[in-house]
C-alpha cells in the first residue's frame, strides 16, 4: 500500500468529552457528532479502494490550516477528532497507529490535509 492523501475542507469541531446521556443533550456533543460525520463523508468519497487491513501498524501525518485564530482550542482535540471520523473508513481503528505527526497554521483557509502509510515491521 501507498501513502493514502486526503484533503479536507472547512470548519470542524475538535474533540468533546460525552457522557452517553450528554451526546443526546449538551449542544457541543451534538456539533462535534456532526462535524465528525462530516468530516467521515469527505473521507468516504476521497477513500479510492478497501480500507487498510487490519494489524498493519501505521503512521499518520495531520496538516490544519485554519482560517481564523485557533490557539483557544487544543491540538490533541484536534486531532482526535480527526482521527475519529477516518476510523472505520480508512483504517479499522486507530489503535493501529503507532506514530502521529500534527502541526497546524494560520492561514487563509479552512483545510486539513491527511496522510496515512504503513509503517515497515
Known sequence: MAELTFALSGPFKPYVRMTQRGKWV??????????KAALALQFRQQMAGEMIERGSPL????EIEHAQ??????LDNEVKAILDAA?????????WIDQITAWRWLGQFEQIIVKVWR???
Not at 449538551?26 to 462535524?35: D, F, H, I, T, V
Not at 485564530?69 to 487544543?74: G, L, P, V, Y
Not at 473508513?89 to 489503535?95: A, I, S, T
Open 26 to 35: 449538551k449542544p457541543a456533543a451534538q456539533e462535534y457528532l456532526s462535524s
Open 69 to 74: 485564530r485557533f490557539n483557544h482550542r487544543d
Open 59 to 62: 503512521s499518520v501525518s495531520i
Open 87 to 95: 476510523q472505520g473508513v480508512v483504517f479499522e481503528n486507530d489503535c
Open 119 to 121: 509503517i515497515a515491521k
